[in-house]
């Protein structure tokens, strides 16, 4: 398994500004991965955050609106720019280590957009 | 793009009953994954299958990868206050993307 630490854990912001979180992962895995779980829904991947190069987006999510870094295999950001009451969710980073075909999670974060 | 059924969309129950709950696919997977998530928190591998048949038990969990790799269940026995949360199953084929169901709200009544 694979423990996930990310960045804020909530976060309420204004219209219009942005917020870059974080996940932090205790080993090196490959792929990285966030997701968007809007109010009582299921999860919706953003996009495959990939190391040393552009991350990989999902139909309906664009890099001006969400773009993502990832330095390193055990890092990467989020950030949800120019913010709408609409990006209210919580932002989930998940990691596949690799050796088995699973995904691990981690807490989330809660943004509210005013 | 694939889909996955999950049923019930939520269920009540005693303590102490036995809960089943399971999703279906219109297409097949390699691996179904089972999480649970808890308010505020984010989803905990609960369960993984990866192969057609498989039968898996965790504590009181258990889960089938169902023989046509379209179909898994999971099965809580004697439930507890603690099962209390929503349930998610994952399929995965290849280099796509988890495909999530929409999950089994599980509220357990002491």
């Known amino acids: 398994s694979a423990v996930i630490s990310q960045k804020p854990s909530r976060d309420i912001c204004q219209r219009g500004t942005s917020l870059t979180i974080q996940c932090q992962v205790d080993?090196?895995?490959?792929?990285m991965f966030w997701y968007r779980q809007q109010p009582g829904q299921s999860l919706t991947l953003i996009a495959t955050?990939?190391?040393?190069?552009?991350?990989?987006?999902e139909s309906g999510f664009v890099i001006d609106k969400f773009p993502i870094s990832r330095p390193n295999l055990t890092f990467s950001t989020l950030t949800v720019s120019n913010m709408s009451p609409e990006d209210s969710s919580i932002y989930l980073c998940?990691?596949?280590?690799?050796?088995?075909?699973?995904?691990?999670f981690g807490p989330g974060t809660r943004l509210t957009v005013l | 793009g694939q889909q996955l059924n999950q049923s019930p969309q939520s269920m009540f129950i005693q303590e102490g009953e036995d809960v089943s709950m399971n999703c279906t696919s219109s297409?097949?997977?390699?691996?179904w994954l089972w999480y649970k998530q808890d308010p505020g928190e984010g989803p905990v591998l609960l369960i993984a299958?990866?192969?057609?048949?498989e039968l898996t038990s965790n504590g009181r969990l258990t889960a089938q990868f169902g023989i046509t790799r379209k179909d898994s269940f999971l099965n809580i026995s004697a439930s507890i206050p603690s099962d209390v949360g929503i349930y998610f199953c994952?399929?995965?084929?290849?280099?796509?993307?988890?495909?999530f169901g929409k999950g089994t709200r599980l509220s357990v009544i002491a």
């Open positions: 998940s990691v596949d280590p690799g050796v088995t075909d699973t995904q691990y």
């Open positions: 080993s090196q895995v490959t792929m």
């Open positions: 955050a990939n190391q040393g190069s552009e991350a990989t987006y």
């Open positions: 297409s097949i997977f390699n691996t």
């Open positions: 299958l990866y192969k057609a048949g």
């Open positions: 994952a399929g995965h084929l290849g280099n796509t993307p988890l495909v």
